[in-house]
Nanobody, 121 residues
Framework: VQLQASGGGLVQDGDSLRLSCAASGPTFSGWQLAWFRQAPGKEREFVAKIFYTSGRTYYEDSLKGRFTISRTKEKNTVFLQMNSLKPEDTAVYYC???????????????WGKGTQVTVSS
């Protein structure tokens, strides 16, 4: 399984950004694909996840309404649309895949390299 995140960059307060995660592997049927983020000096935290087969989504409560996770019809790319970005959203964003249904860092089976998102005020 390989996960490749992209789309990060430097944006201004209130801007939008869309991250992509290209996933490759034998099959992701029954798996979940998730986004996490890690700000400097902080623990890595859950952002959102989507079930590969059903498309059902879950979000960190504080990010609902601003962030949207989706996947392509081909189901091999997961997106994270981030709107109304704030300086506190500055972090390295990681995509991850898991066969389980948890949302903890330890629940993930595979991780991609992160992509840096910096929001300036």
């Amino acid at each position: 399984v390989q996960l490749q995140a992209s789309g990060g960059g430097l944006v201004q307060d209130g801007d939008s950004l869309r991250l992509s995660c290209a996933a490759s592997g034998p099959t992701f049927s029954g798996w979940q694909l998730a986004w996490f983020r890690q700000a400097p000096g902080k623990e890595r935290e859950f952002v959102a996840k989507i079930f590969y087969t059903s498309g059902r989504t879950y979000y960190e409560d504080s990010l609902k309404g601003r962030f949207t996770i989706s996947r392509t019809k081909e189901k091999n790319t997961v997106f994270l649309q981030m709107n109304s970005l704030k300086p506190e959203d500055t972090a390295v964003y990681y995509c991850a895949a898991a066969a389980s249904t948890g949302v903890l860092v330890g629940d993930m089976d595979y991780w991609g390299k992160g992509t840096q998102v910096t929001v300036s005020s």
